[in-house]
């Protein structure tokens, strides 16, 4: 019995995974397997929250070092495609200034991604939102250090 239900078991991960990868594309479905920049960080320079119409919360972290990101991560409360974008937001924003910053969209990490089903793109989008996020709030604290 036990035998039986492993195999039914293990076939019926592959038929997910094989049905993931179709919808989402290579690159969504590998990083959707091995999301890269997840977790909190503690005293970030830029730190931006946002919450979707479909109730997904992506966190977006933020160190800068010498006026550009060193380090970013993500945090997010939602589905996989969620998790992805926020990835992808995190890894986008790692090595550039406040002005490069500024680019990264949520069309921008669809262009990334190279296609993304339609009722997921919202995700790409608070990704983005959050980056921006993250940037107002560091920007804020640098005119609040000046003064």
């Known amino acids: 019995m036990s035998d039986e239900f492993d195999r039914f078991a293990q076939e019926l991960q592959e038929q997910i995974f094989e049905e993931t990868r179709a919808d989402y594309g290579d690159i969504a479905f590998e990083r959707w397997m091995n999301p890269l920049?997840?977790?909190?960080?503690?005293?970030?320079?830029?730190?931006?929250?946002?919450?979707?119409s479909?109730?997904?919360?992506?966190?977006?972290?933020?160190?800068f070092e010498n006026g550009k990101v060193k380090e970013a991560?993500?945090?997010t409360d939602g589905c996989g495609s969620s998790a992805v974008c926020g990835s992808f937001a995190a890894e986008m924003a790692i090595g550039k200034n406040p002005d490069e910053l500024v680019e990264v969209t949520g069309e921008l990490i669809l262009n990334i991604l190279g296609g993304f089903p339609k009722k997921d793109e919202h995700c790409a989008f608070l990704a983005g939102n959050a980056v921006q996020e993250a940037l107002n709030d560091y920007m804020i604290k640098q005119v609040k250090d000046e003064g």
């Open 73 to 75: 991560s993500f945090l």
């Open 37 to 52: 920049y997840m977790g909190k960080m503690d005293a970030p320079d830029g730190y931006g929250s946002l919450t979707g």
């Open 54 to 63: 479909c109730g997904d919360t992506i966190q977006i972290f933020l160190k």
